[in-house]
């Protein structure tokens, strides 16, 4: 038997509701913010992704799905979507047509990570881009979007983390401070820090291994040495989210695993769904427009992972999906007389064409198929919390009725055939 890809998962029709639930929300939350959807490629040169996230990340290192097509053009699928949102907004002259530009996606990424709860091979995430401001209010609406997003899906054990990069200048400047800290103390780092000792020095930050975790709790730390401008920016920042009461922390060793990022970055993490923690993440990339070849752009933004989300939401019983009801299920009540046989076929015409009416009038309907007997199909009727059902056959259809009953209270009418206006009516309510 052919199985699905380790990494993989199959969204089932059972399953599919929490989803559908959680791609409505974003689409109206971002409405309400003027952000506007962006579809892009689900692959992309790989240079886009060596260039903007960085030869050194885990992901580009380690992660990327990466293959030549027959052009051997190397292509990768896409580890993260806003390499590609930059990219398009370069290629289609998107500054050119507007000054702001506020964009959202949803859709699958790929990353050749080690399966866990929460974090698949192929796995789906939303975010937004804005491109066109420096403006740390734009920095403060994302974190809002994020956060107005998980709390409205009723999360509560939500922790939002804050930081600031500061300029590439002065970040360069505390890497080399950074770097004498460490220098009498880089033999007792665990080997994959003693790698980014070398290559990515702030993302020893992120280590989870507890001597790296003991040497950097006295690690000099960035935020102390920032410029004034990312000061004051991270000062806006603070202020907004006061103003809107939106609890944060700010965590001065939270650096992010991109090197794009510039000044504000943030996460928001959640205490429901184990070690991996972060629903999403963001910040600010002031550079990455001009580093893909595009005129100097400041530019924010954020991603968030669905099935993290979704996993949070199972975990804290958070969702209040809508009842998955249909309005009406029509019985056939077939004639067991052999010499019936045209009449069946009759009532099974008959069926089709009054689902086919109930449909036009946009109730959702359904009938049978498998010719079975009127207690299986009532059976059927109840999977499908039936609101009500409509019986076709039988002394009633011979005198031109239909017999209606109300799955909730019991209730039953007979309607005549040619009355549907009432029929409607009744369905409806």
């Not at 001597?211 to 000061?231: C, E, F, G, R």
Request: charged share 30%; aromatic share 8%.
């Amino acid at each position: 038997m052919i199985k699905a890809i380790t990494g993989t998962k199959d969204i089932l029709p059972s399953d599919v509701s929490r989803w559908q639930y959680l791609e409505k929300l974003l689409r109206e939350t971002f409405q309400l913010f003027n952000y506007k959807e962006i579809r892009t490629p689900i692959f992309e040169e790989t240079g886009l992704f060596a260039r903007s996230i960085g030869e050194e990340t885990d992901i580009v290192s380690k992660e990327m799905y990466t293959f030549k097509d027959r052009s051997e053009t190397s292509i990768t699928l896409r580890p993260e979507n806003t390499a590609g949102v930059v990219r398009s907004f370069i290629e289609q002259s998107l500054g050119a047509q507007q000054s702001l530009n506020k964009l959202y996606y949803i859709g699958s990424m790929f990353r050749q990570e080690r399966p866990q709860a929460g974090r698949l091979r192929q796995f789906h995430q939303f975010g937004a881009e804005a491109l066109g401001s420096t403006s740390p209010l734009l920095d403060a609406e994302m974190i809002q979007i994020a956060f107005h997003i998980l709390k409205n899906l009723g999360l509560k054990n939500l922790v939002v983390k804050i930081n600031s990069l500061g300029i590439p200048e002065v970040r360069e400047n505390y890497k080399n401070v950074l770097r004498d800290f460490l220098m009498d103390k880089k033999d007792k780092l665990s080997e994959e820090s003693r790698k980014r000792f070398e290559t990515n020095i702030l993302r020893i930050f992120d280590s989870k291994i507890e001597v790296d975790q003991t040497i950097m709790k006295d690690a000099p730390l960035l935020i102390d040495y920032l410029d004034t401008q990312s000061k004051s920016d991270f000062d806006v920042v603070e202020n907004y989210l006061t103003r809107v009461s939106i609890p944060f922390e700010v965590d001065p060793t939270l650096v992010r695993g991109l090197d794009y990022y510039t000044k504000t970055t943030f996460e928001i993490v959640s205490g429901s769904v184990g070690s991996q923690s972060a629903l999403c993440g963001g910040g600010r990339y002031d550079l990455l427009v001009e580093e893909l070849g595009g005129k100097a752009t400041p530019g924010v933004g954020f991603a968030a992972g669905m099935e993290r989300i979704l996993l949070a939401c199972e975990n804290e019983k958070s969702l209040n999906l809508p009842a998955d009801l249909i309005d009406v299920y029509l019985i056939r009540v077939d004639s067991n007389s052999e010499e019936q046989l045209d009449v069946n076929l009759k009532l099974d015409l008959e069926v089709a064409n009054l689902a086919s009416m109930f449909r036009r009038e946009n109730l959702i309907c359904e009938y049978d198929y498998l010719n079975r007997s009127v207690k299986a199909q009532m059976r059927e009727a109840n999977k499908y919390n039936a609101k009500f059902v409509v019986f076709v056959g039988g002394d009633e259809f011979k005198n031109g009725e239909l017999n209606v009953k109300n799955l909730a209270n019991g209730d039953q009418q007979l309607i005549k055939i040619e009355d549907f206006e009432k029929l409607k009516s009744l369905l409806k309510n």
